[in-house]
């Protein structure tokens, strides 16, 4: 059956260059990016007045085109290459000297059926090594020519405020593979749905766990130099995170959905017995004697909307309002 290939793409296309750089000019004799380029390229990409869809949009004669259009010329003369310097095994140039994430599709076996989306942090780093990883893919570099290619950013996925990376890029993160799983239950020829976290950020990692039994989704790693792709099937077990909310219902409707502004803590633990409110206390953060959601409890919260929105859905009882993103 075709899959439907969600992977995680984070920024070692571009940090760890320099080390494929060494590595593979003495191996192909093909031209690799001008150094000045590479250079004024790095100045941009750090720059915060840049503007992120320069480098997901990529202009035909631009600096950030030329670099793309180079890198992916390596990698498919790399990928594509007989030598057998480069193909003895796994650990060869091949997959050392390439990022996480077309090491991890090469073993995946990807047919012309088979689609894959690409998620990416809201970071110009991240945004540049997706579109050219969608280039090189669209190329033919490690899956056939012809196979679907998009790209989609996660709002709020960055590690320069940790706040934000877990109430609003986890938090997108889960969105983005609930509309991907909803769309694909709903089309035609529904794929297998995949989630390969070889590449992305390592502090998303546990999250994507937890999204893969949720959505009862596989997913696969490549550890390091290994010849294989690592896999966690999904367990036969549910995390009733619906369930919870709705015990506790009338305490959380004041501060719920994510978002809701902060409500005086003494009213909010009024409608909590004492004896369940240790229960309680990891979903909320209680200071300056009011209380929200804490970012734990509003990814639990995005989970639970989620699962009640999954086929099939309840036919009875209320549901949680949506949270933002959602409606």
């Not at 945004?127 to 679907?148: D, I, N, R, Y």
């Not at 989630?195 to 390091?224: D, R, S, W």
């Amino acid at each position: 059956m075709a899959r439907l290939i969600v992977v995680n793409v984070g920024i070692s296309l571009w940090e760890e260059w320099n080390k494929y750089r060494q590595a593979l000019q003495g191996l192909l004799r093909i031209p690799f990016p001008a150094d000045n380029d590479l250079t004024a390229l790095d100045t941009a990409l750090i720059n915060p007045q840049e503007a992120i869809e320069r480098f997901e949009n990529l202009q035909e004669s631009s600096l950030e085109h030329r670099v793309a259009k180079a890198l992916t010329e390596v990698m498919k003369t790399l990928w594509g290459s007989k030598d057998p310097r480069l193909t003895v095994h796994c650990g060869s140039p091949q997959r050392r000297n390439s990022c996480g994430e077309l090491a991890g599709l090469s073993l995946m076996g990807i047919m012309p059926e088979d689609a894959i989306v690409l998620l990416y942090s809201e970071t110009n780093s991240g945004a540049f090594c997706a579109t050219t990883l969608e280039m090189m893919l669209q190329q033919g570099v490690v899956v056939p020519k012809g196979v679907s290619v998009e790209k989609r950013r996660i709002r709020g996925l960055q590690i320069d405020n940790l706040a934000c990376f877990l109430e609003e890029g986890v938090v997108n993160y889960v969105l983005e593979i609930h509309n991907l799983y909803q769309n694909n239950h709903r089309a035609d020829k529904r794929r297998d749905m995949v989630l390969n976290i070889t590449g992305g950020y390592k502090g998303l990692i546990p999250y994507a766990g937890i999204v893969g039994m949720h959505f009862q989704i596989p997913i696969c790693y490549l550890y390091e130099e290994s010849d294989e792709l690592l896999w966690l099937q999904p367990l036969a077990v549910t995390i009733a995170y619906a369930d919870f909310f709705h015990s506790y219902w009338e305490a959380f409707k004041l501060i719920c959905p994510p978002g809701t502004p902060p409500y005086p803590s003494q009213a909010f633990w009024s409608r909590i017995t004492p004896s369940e409110r240790d229960k309680v206390k990891p979903f909320v953060r209680d200071r300056d004697q009011k209380v929200e959601l804490s970012s734990h409890a509003v990814l639990c919260y995005t989970l639970a909307y989620s699962k009640e929105q999954l086929p099939p859905k309840k036919s009875q009882g209320p549901l949680l309002p949506p949270p933002k993103g959602f409606e």
